[in-house]
């Protein structure tokens, strides 16, 4: 049983910058792929970011791709999202998620466990 907790959400202007960050319980994180998705209102909830269990293999969505990055402390069983040059449209909820095969499909169906997701807010 893995445990997320996201924390780092918040309201940002246009071209702002936050982090978010998900620290993860149980000893078995290391086991794990690990993702960022985001949900915005009547849409989808869809990868941004993903990276592989030693963190030396990352994924990105190309809407977010040179402005995010993904990256993970094994040791502090935390994984985190460096998102530069917000959008208006970057504005969602963004939930931490975990699967043992999310770096080679990164959908829904592959997340074993999730956060409970936090809000981001853009203003332009």
């Known amino acids: 049983q893995v445990q997320l907790v996201e924390s780092g959400g918040g309201l940002v202007q246009a071209g702002g910058s936050l982090r978010l960050s998900c620290a993860a319980s149980?000893?078995?994180?290391?086991?794990?792929?690990m993702a960022w998705f985001r949900q915005a209102p009547g849409k989808e909830r869809r990868s941004v970011a993903v990276i592989n269990r030693s963190g030396s293999s990352t994924y990105y969505a190309d809407s977010v791709k040179g402005r995010f990055t993904i990256s993970r402390d094994n040791a502090k069983n935390t994984v985190y999202l460096q998102m530069n040059s917000l959008k208006p449209e970057d504005t969602a909820v963004y939930f931490c998620?975990?699967?043992?095969?999310?770096?080679?499909?990164?959908?829904?169906?592959?997340?074993?466990?999730w956060g409970q997701g936090t809000q981001v807010t853009v203003s332009s």
């Open positions: 149980g000893r078995t994180f290391s086991n794990y792929g």
């Open positions: 998620a975990a699967g043992p095969n999310i770096i080679v499909e990164p959908t829904v169906a592959n997340v074993y466990y």
